[in-house]
């Protein structure tokens, strides 16, 4: 019977779609950052004076226009602060949805997600360049390397100071360079910089959900402070030993289910 419910509920809501994109009615996100969908997105272009985008996989240019708002910002922002055109990686799909199982990526569904390399597109990458990109780590599990540079301190800094960014995620060993060599003054910034695996070779910028979005499901708000000392130092400790006896179990995750929703619109406009 469940079965049978999903497959009516698909169809039906594959003819309220079809309906409301033949309207091409503004812009909705439905479901969570690693499950969800959205309309109305906008593509960005792909070469620009003031960026590149690099190529990771077709098709991954598309993102929610509070995200193209957030790049140009984030673009101006970054030349009045003197630094070299920027690369960008990757946003979403057209109508978002999971990248598939061969994909690194654990989120990017809804538009509201981007990968900033930590680098500069000067002097400019070649078409072969951006097509076959390559990333170079910053840091290396002991801490900064050469390519940790003054300006992409200020790039982090320039990402993170906007109300709409949610969290961007780095390698810890970032986040702990920037805590004890570039916090400033103002040290709010620093909050919404989020320790997390990888991330050595770019950060991970993620926006709020737009208010205008009832159906996007928001993450748990970021903790208070500026997530630097303990919080951060944390990541480093050896892995706590089990009590003798006892094996540690891998605790297994559930896997994400997409909205109804999202199933009928992206059957509806299958890649």
Known sequence: MRVLYRAVLTLALLSLFRAAFSAESGSQIYGTYQ????????????????????????????AHPSMLSYLKGLIERSKE??????????????????????????SHSIGLDVDLPLEFASPRLTARELRHPQSHNIVTSKGPNARFTGEIATYIRLAADDPRVERIFVNPRIKEHLCKLYAGQDRSWLRVVRPWFAHRAHMHVRLACPPDSPYCVPQSPVPQGDGCGYEVASWFLPPAKPAPGKKPVAAKKAKPMLPAQCEALLKLNSR
């Open 81 to 106: 602060a003197g630094l070299p055109p920027l690369l960008i990686g990757d946003l979403s799909f057209r109508y978002g949805g999971p990248y598939g199982p061969k994909s690194s990526h654990a």
């Open 35 to 62: 499950a969800g969908c959205l309309t109305g997105s906008v593509e960005l272009p792909l070469d620009s004076p003031d960026y590149q985008v690099q190529i990771w996989g077709e098709g991954r240019n598309f």
